[in-house]
């Protein structure tokens, strides 16, 4: 609540701080046996020790592992041979690089921002999906030479995002839809689109009607997943949260845009994100991935309704913010945490 009092900067950046060590610690040191993704991990990261950057002698998935990722499992095997020491330099970066973007992107709810990252970035992605947990950090960072036109810092810092998870390369469609500078309408515009293209003609089943040549050939492979597992569109819990907070922000678009720094460059990946879940939602292996890079923003838009209220009703909003994500950590606890085998009850590596 110290960001809906007015606290000073410097008093929240401490804490920001104390945050940070807190949620670097616990993402890097959880100890899952048995869990697919710490497993594959800690082989990956033995082989590395063993064998250093020759990839042919891996027996792991070290193997096929992007080169960033591979580089700094090999720098932190100098510092220690025990994978939880690489799994705590990865969490370090993760957990780092988000926290200081949300202080450099939003200075006035950057606590609030980590509150949201907390409840559902940091434990269903950071947590585990390691890899794509920094690429997504790093990309986030990128976004501040997206509105400064610094196109070849963006596309450099996108290809270090790409050698820890080549996924992270959507992101790169942020730059120029940015340039384009669209108005509300024509954001308004294109989720609506999205919507009807959703329940009309999803991409998936159009791309399944495609033949099998060229790259298409390597998609083939994955169409056996179209439609059966679809993720739904306004039966998805984060598609009806993502267009409850897009419809806010083009609601008050003006609003924002003059209370609020950076929110134009903040708010285009996240309108994409909602847009390509509603259009890929027959085919969750492209919706759910990449959706999850363009909207790395997300946690810095949710806590905008405190913009939009006088300051005698900021404590009465922050408390509403604070009882939503309550409710996202309840049922992320009940529908994700559950299925993943580790994740819960949480063990601390130091103790085992």
């Given at each position: 609540?110290?960001?809906?009092?007015?606290?000073?900067?410097?008093?929240?950046?401490?804490?920001?701080?104390?945050?940070?060590?807190?949620?670097?610690?616990?993402?890097?040191?959880?100890?899952?046996?048995?869990?697919?993704?710490?497993?594959?991990?800690?082989?990956?990261?033995?082989?590395?020790?063993?064998?250093?950057?020759?990839?042919?002698?891996y027996?792991?998935?070290?193997?096929?592992?992007?080169?960033?990722?591979?580089?700094?499992?090999?720098?932190?095997?100098?510092?220690?041979?025990?994978?939880?020491?690489?799994?705590l330099?990865?969490?370090?970066?993760?957990?780092?690089?988000?926290?200081?973007?949300?202080?450099?992107?939003?200075?006035?709810?950057?606590?609030?921002?980590?509150?949201?990252?907390?409840i559902?970035?940091?434990?269903?992605?950071?947590?585990?999906?390691?890899?794509?947990?920094?690429?997504?950090?790093?990309m986030?960072?990128?976004?501040r030479?997206?509105?400064?036109?610094?196109?070849?810092?963006?596309?450099?810092?996108?290809?270090?995002?790409?050698?820890?998870?080549?996924?992270?390369?959507i992101?790169?469609?942020?730059?120029?839809?940015?340039?384009?500078?669209?108005?509300?309408k024509?954001?308004?515009?294109?989720?609506?689109?999205?919507?009807?293209?959703?329940?009309?003609?999803?991409?998936?089943?159009?791309?399944s009607?495609?033949?099998?040549?060229?790259?298409?050939?390597?998609?083939?492979?994955?169409?056996?997943?179209?439609?059966?597992?679809?993720?739904?569109?306004?039966?998805?819990?984060?598609?009806?949260?993502?267009?409850?907070?897009?419809?806010?922000?083009?609601?008050?678009?003006?609003?924002?845009?003059?209370?609020?720094?950076?929110?134009?460059?903040?708010?285009?990946?996240?309108?994409?994100?909602?847009?390509?879940?509603?259009?890929?939602?027959?085919?969750?292996?492209?919706?759910?991935?990449?959706?999850?890079?363009?909207?790395?923003?997300?946690?810095?838009?949710?806590?905008?309704?405190?913009?939009?209220?006088?300051?005698?009703?900021?404590?009465?909003?922050?408390?509403?913010?604070?009882?939503l994500?309550?409710?996202?950590?309840?049922?992320?606890?009940?529908?994700?945490?559950?299925?993943?085998?580790?994740?819960?009850?949480?063990?601390?590596?130091?103790?085992?």
């Open positions: 609540m110290l960001d809906a009092l007015e606290v000073r900067k410097r008093q929240r950046v401490v804490v920001l701080f104390l945050v940070g060590v807190i949620l670097t610690v616990f993402a890097g040191w959880r100890y899952q046996p048995g869990a697919q993704d710490f497993e594959e991990y800690c082989r990956s990261y033995l082989d590395i020790v063993e064998n250093g950057l020759n990839k042919t002698q027996s792991s998935s070290a193997g096929i592992f992007e080169p960033g990722f591979v580089f700094t499992f090999y720098v932190c095997s100098f510092i220690s041979e025990s994978p939880h020491w690489g799994l330099v990865i969490a370090a970066l993760a957990v780092g690089i988000n926290l200081s973007c949300y202080r450099a992107y939003s200075p006035g709810f950057f606590l609030f921002a980590t509150l949201f990252y907390f559902h970035t940091y434990i269903l992605r950071d947590m585990s999906l390691i890899r794509s947990g920094v690429a997504a950090a790093i986030l960072y990128a976004l030479y997206v509105e400064r036109r610094q196109v070849w810092r963006f596309l450099g810092m996108g290809l270090v995002a790409m050698s820890f998870h080549l996924a992270s390369v992101f790169l469609v942020v730059y120029p839809f940015y340039r384009l500078n669209w108005s509300r024509t954001w308004t515009v294109v989720v609506i689109c999205s919507l009807v293209i959703a329940y009309v003609m999803p991409f998936g089943r159009l791309l009607s495609l033949p099998a040549v060229g790259v298409l050939s390597r998609v083939a492979n994955y169409t056996w997943m179209i439609g059966g597992q679809s993720l739904g569109v306004l039966t998805n819990p984060t598609v009806l949260k993502q267009l409850f907070f897009v419809s806010l922000s083009l609601m008050y678009y003006e609003t924002l845009s003059t209370k609020i720094p950076h929110f134009k460059v903040l708010l285009v990946p996240y309108v994409m994100s909602v847009c390509w879940l509603m259009v890929w939602n027959d085919f969750p292996i492209v919706s759910g991935r990449m959706a999850t890079f363009l909207s790395v923003t997300e946690v810095l838009i949710m806590p905008l309704p405190l913009a939009l209220v006088n300051r005698r009703s900021r404590l009465l909003m922050g408390g509403l913010l604070v009882l994500a309550g409710l996202i950590l309840y049922m992320n606890g009940n529908y994700y945490l559950s299925d993943v085998p580790g994740l819960l009850p949480y063990r601390f590596a130091p103790l085992f």
